[in-house]
C-alpha cells in the first residue's frame, strides 16, 4: 500500500481509547481536537508526495496524546496542521469548538497565541534573556501587563521546581532545567492546549522522564490537553492514548 492509498483502518474517527469508536457512541468528554479526513500533499520536482492520507482524529479535552511513528511518517506535518501552523490540502480541524481551517491568518494568528502552547525540541530559549525573562516575554505577547507577567512568571517558574533558576541564563542550564523553563512559557496565559514536538529528544532518561511526568502533572491539574509528537518510547507509561502514524496514515491501536 502507497501513502496515497487510503487506509480503511482509519476511514472512521479514533476513539478515545485508541480503538474506532462503535456507532452510535459519544465521547464521555468534550473534544479538544477534532480532525476530518485531513489530507496533506507537497509538491516536490514536478510530483506530487502524499504526506498525510485521510486522518481521522478525535482527541478529549484533559487527556494526554502520544503520536509516534518512523522518521518521514508525517508526524510534525500533522502536529503542524493541528496546530494552525500550515493549511492541510483537504479535510478540516477544529481546536475546542473553532473550526480553524479556513480562520484569516490574523485571527488564526490570535487564536494560536491565546489558546495554544507550544514545547520545541531544542528549547528555543532567547539566550540573552534569564529563565524569567523568557516566561515573562510569553506573557507579554499575550497583553499581559509587566507586573502580572512577572508574578505569575514567578509562579510557573516554581511549579515546574525552577525557583532558584530565575536569574539563570539558558547556557547556565541544564538540558533538563531549560525543558523545564520552555514548559513554564508555554504555559504562561494558561492556554487549553499544549502540543511539544519531540520534548524529550534532548534529554537523558532521567531527565526526559521527569519533564514529561512535570507536564503530565501540570496538565492534569489544569485539566489542559497534551499532544506530543515524539520517538521516545520511555514515555509512553505517561500518555492516555499512544497514537501511531507510519506512512502518512493513522494506524488504530
Known sequence: MTASQVDPRVSQTLHPTGLRRPSGTEPHRPLAIVARNVGMVYQAGGEEFQALSHINLEVPEGSIQLLMGPSGSGKTTLLSILAGILTPSSGSVHLLGQEITHLSRHRLSQFRLHNIGFIFQGFNLFPA??????????FQVKGINRRDAREQSLMLLDQVGLADKTRSFPKQLSGGQKQRVA???????DPSLIMADEPTAALDSQSGHAVIELLRNLAKERDRTV???THDSRIMDVADRVLHLEDGMLKAA
Open 129 to 138: 534573556l534569564t529563565a524569567l525573562e523568557n516566561v515573562e516575554l510569553a
Open 183 to 189: 514548559i513554564a512559557r508555554a504555559l504562561a496565559g
Open 227 to 229: 499532544l506530543m509528537v
